[in-house]
């Protein structure tokens, strides 16, 4: 990565630690950016920080964030080798879920880190999360696991949040099956680079790729 689009990603990194676009900045302790590797092919979206994110500035340290580990690490994975953000900087109070008010406030620094950091793939982690990066596609009951090529030229794939593994013990299974098809789509999205390496991105329809 060049030192220019690092820097970039750090200055993005303290505008949301001053930022004040909503009312969350009054109530966090810490805002937590994202974290992980600027140069990974694989980025995560979740929904929102938890009360451990907001005590420590880290996005899925808490129950969450161990499930997602050993997912990591089943398909030889770490925390290191991808990037790990959310829809919201700043947690909501008693983990309310996020407002369209504040995902729009929060909208341009996730979009300018997934611009830089140009990931291969985009994991949305929940509901929140897939209506806000693929917007129309439907329900995650309906798309969980699905690799979707979309419009804008980005692959994105559903998954229900780890959350929601702990909640319900019956998508567990669901969700470690789905999370396993990570290496697949990687390994088919750099089987058709060069097919696709001249196509204008913005007449590319949503393809279905796993």
Known sequence: MSDDRKSQLCAIEDEIGNCKKCDLYKTRTNTVPGSGDFEAEVMFIGEAPGQKEDE??????????????????????????????????????????PEDSEKEACRPYLDKQIELINPKLIVTLGKHATSSMMPGVGGISKNHGKALRRPNGRTYLALYHP?????????????????????????????TKNENKNEDKNNIKQQKLV
């Open 56 to 97: 420590q500035g880290i996005p899925f340290c808490g129950a969450s964030g161990k499930f997602l580990d050993e997912m990591l690490d089943s398909i030889e994975l770490s925390r290191d080798k991808v990037f790990i953000a959310n829809t919201l900087k700043c947690r909501p109070p008693n983990n309310r879920d």
């Open 163 to 191: 959350a929601a593994a702990l909640h319900n013990g019956g998508l567990r299974e669901t969700l470690l099956e789905d999370f396993s098809k990570i290496p697949k789509i990687l390994d088919k999205l750099d089987k």
